[in-house]
């Protein structure tokens, strides 16, 4: 299989460098005093628009020919990559539709509107997977696939640019899989950078939700996998598929994928808020869940990043964290971040 390179991982950090946030690696003791590691957070939660997604949409807008360009983009979205889309072809100049299943965020509705996007609501998200390819043939309009496009995952492999510079020596990088497109840009960037091998080495894993565990079920057979349903509060973690290509690369350059339930997830989103002053999507809070709750297999004194990949998040849901997520024990008490 061709795998994309250094060059083609850089071409795309260029092309996004000057819209986007280079976000921070912050500290977070409270965590590693929980599990003895030195752990930090990747924070795409402060990324424009409040998610990662950004990245993989502006690389893919920018990489479109140009008359495949006149109609405008259409794409399918629980949210992140909805607004993602938006912002960025208002930024082209461009026409943006989005296709939201019926029991999309309402928050994330009315953002990816804000943006500038029309958008359409419609069945469950493999429905709106179909209803999303209908319109773009029947408009003319360039189907911008939301994780399964090699521009997005090139564009979502600065993420792992960032942190290959950020983090000189080895480390465990835990990041949440929905799809597939992030973790296969950041996996295949460090891949591409030669930091999966050798002195430096950064092992990689993927978190899924107990309740849509697409790429989890890909790994076990075989191949990219479709789920009749997904039951998860981390609607970003929840579309019906893995990727065919970014099962690829998870499959090439991931160590495993592990699941968290719900209300752990909670207790993450309850953690990050308290502890780190930071607010996370459950999307965005999963890497959290899987290292408090010793999914992912560490070392004592291992560097750690949990990728937090997004903040949209209702202040209903957040409420619920805050009322519901268990507090996690940790070894001693002092500051967070730092």
């Not at 072809?89 to 943006?96: N, P, Q, V, Y």
């Amino acid at each position: 299989m061709h795998w994309l390179t250094l060059e083609d991982f850089e071409a795309a950090r260029r092309r996004v460098a000057a819209c986007v946030h280079r976000t921070p690696l912050l500290s977070f003791r409270t965590l590693g005093r929980a599990n003895g590691t030195n752990a930090w957070l990747k924070c795409e939660n402060l990324q424009k628009t409040g998610s990662f997604k950004v990245r993989g949409a502006l690389n893919a807008i920018a990489s479109l020919a140009r008359p495949r360009r006149t109609a405008g983009v259409i794409t399918i979205s629980a949210g992140n990559h909805a607004q993602a889309v938006a912002w960025a072809a208002r930024r082209a100049g461009m026409r943006a539709v989005v296709v939201m299943p019926e029991g999309a965020s309402p928050s994330k509705v009315a953002a990816a509107t804000g943006y500038g996007a029309e958008v359409l609501l419609h069945g469950t998200p493999a429905e709106a997977f179909r209803e999303a390819r209908r319109l773009a043939d029947e408009e003319g309009l360039a189907f911008l696939h939301p994780f399964d496009a090699e521009p997005v995952i090139a564009g979502h492999g600065s993420t792992g640019l960032e942190v290959a510079e950020d983090v000189t020596g080895g480390a465990a990088v835990v990041v949440p899989v929905g799809g597939g497109g992030h973790i296969a840009g950041i996996a295949g960037a460090l891949a591409a950078a030669g930091r999966l091998a050798g002195r430096g080495r950064m092992r990689v894993f993927g978190v899924e939700p107990e309740g849509a565990p697409a790429m989890h079920r890909s790994i076990e057979a075989g191949r990219a996998a479709t789920l009749e349903s997904t039951d998860t509060i981390a609607d970003g973690l929840a579309p019906p598929m893995a990727g065919k290509l970014n099962y690829r690369y998870v499959a090439e350059f991931v160590e495993d994928v592990v699941l968290v339930r719900d209300e752990e997830i909670l207790s993450a989103m309850r953690l990050l808020l308290t502890r780190a002053k930071l607010v996370a999507e459950p999307s965005g809070a999963a890497a959290v869940a899987a290292l408090m709750c010793g999914r992912v297999p560490v070392s004592p004194g291992e560097v750690v990043v949990a990728v937090v990949s997004g903040g949209n998040v209702d202040d209903d849901l957040m409420v619920r964290a805050l009322r519901e997520g268990a507090p996690r024990p940790v070894r001693r008490e002092g500051g967070d971040r730092g």
